[in-house]
């Protein structure tokens, strides 16, 4: 019982060919990005003797059902640019992004990365840190509200950035339809064979696969984690009782938060790629404020929902992000799977 509940060892394996092993510190630290179900849908191809790296949404990991214009993954991709940039920064590099606009033809290419190693640099501690504690924290959190001066700093810092504080009219609203898009969501079984085919029910599957949501991202306790890898499994994960218990974490979720943030923008591939990039530094203050966070995204996947909320909020711009956040008794740090680097990164010289 105890091992079930016991955390997964995962090695991620970080060599490739070619590439000199800082290098291959920052490319593993980098994927340490926020990234919707940790599908991982990125691919790199690098070519380390002209230093520039090719960044890809991969398309054999898509989210066709709660994601069908890849909203979520070109933000997600917009985090891996903002994590590879705050790895190479870490190690010494400078790095120097050009946007492409992605399409079939260019294999859906979103930028070309040059690097460059600055000279007698030593790898900064305290950023490598930074990194590796950021992390989806789903467990419920304290009542005390959020600092006044650091809600201000952020939705300064940030663009299209609110803050609605839990008790507030704007904070139950996007309370309830969280729960009620979820609802919805999981009363379509398309939806719940994809949520399945990301979700991982033992140590062994999440060592093997490297991806999706494992049992120690849930932030239960070792016994709760064996409870739920003994009663959980892909055959019923698909069922109605498995939806009931996923509603009722989310009540749980939203019901021990000090407040949301929420992030909007255009509905352009840049501007979700530059959300993107701006939820990965917002989380980044937040580890350093100690704030924890979870995004919640049940209204932006379904649109009339969605629709409603802007409405009722006043909102100009499409939502894009929603997070709940509070502060916690232990922070924690990132325990979430990453790929072996070779799985998603060719060297081309
Ligand atoms: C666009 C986007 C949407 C997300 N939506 C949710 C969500 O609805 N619920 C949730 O618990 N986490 C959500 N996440 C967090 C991811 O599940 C998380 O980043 C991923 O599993 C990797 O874990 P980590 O953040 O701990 O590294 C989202 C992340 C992104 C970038």
Redesign the pocket.
């Known amino acids: 019982m105890f091992s079930i509940g016991s955390p997964a060892k995962v090695e991620s394996n970080l060599a490739l060919k070619n590439i000199p092993s800082d290098m291959e510190n920052v490319l593993y630290l980098a994927s340490?990005?926020?990234?919707?179900?940790?599908a991982q849908s990125w691919k790199l191809r690098i070519s380390h003797s002209n230093k520039t790296i090719e960044l890809h949404l991969d398309e054999k990991r898509l989210l066709d059902v709660v994601d069908p214009e890849n909203r979520?993954l070109y933000?997600?991709l917009g985090?891996y640019i903002e994590s590879l940039q705050t790895s190479f920064q870490a190690y010494g590099y400078e790095m120097i992004t050009q946007d492409i606009a992605p399409n079939k033809e260019n294999h859906y290419q979103v930028a070309i990365i040059s690097y460059k190693k600055k000279e007698n640099s030593k790898p900064n501690q305290e950023t490598i840190d930074i990194i590796q504690q950021?992390?989806?924290d789903?467990r419920k959190y304290l009542s005390q509200q959020i600092d006044s001066k650091t809600i201000t700093n952020f939705t300064k810092r940030y663009k299209d950035m609110s803050y609605y504080q839990a008790g507030s009219s704007e904070y139950n609203l996007l309370k309830d339809k969280s729960i009620e898009a979820m609802t919805e969501q999981t009363s379509n079984i398309e939806f719940l064979k994809e949520q399945d085919h990301w979700l991982r029910f033992s140590n062994k599957e999440v060592e093997e696969k490297k991806d999706g949501?494992s049992g120690d991202?849930l932030g239960l306790n070792p016994i709760l984690k064996s409870l739920y890898y003994l009663t959980t499994n892909h055959q019923n994960s698909t069922s109605q009782t498995f939806a009931k218990q996923s509603i009722d974490t989310l009540k749980n979720q939203v019901e021990n938060s000090s407040g949301f943030f929420v992030i909007t923008g255009n509905q352009t591939i840049s501007d979700w790629i530059r959300v993107?990039r701006e939820?990965q530094r917002f989380w980044y203050d937040c580890v350093k404020e100690k704030i924890a966070v979870?995004?919640?995204?049940?209204i932006i996947e379904v649109p009339s929902i969605k629709e409603e909320v802007q409405n009722r909020l006043n909102l100009n711009k499409d939502i894009q992000?929603i997070f709940r956040v509070g502060y916690v008794k232990e922070y924690g740090e990132?325990i979430?799977p990453r790929r072996n680097l070779e799985e998603y990164i060719s060297v081309s010289d």
Do not use: V
Not at 32 to 38: D, E, M, Q, R
Not at 294 to 298: A, D, E, L, T
């Open positions: 340490f990005a926020a990234n919707s179900h940790n979520e933000i997600s985090c950021r992390h989806t789903k949501i991202m993107g939820t979870q995004p919640i995204s049940s992000m990132n979430s």
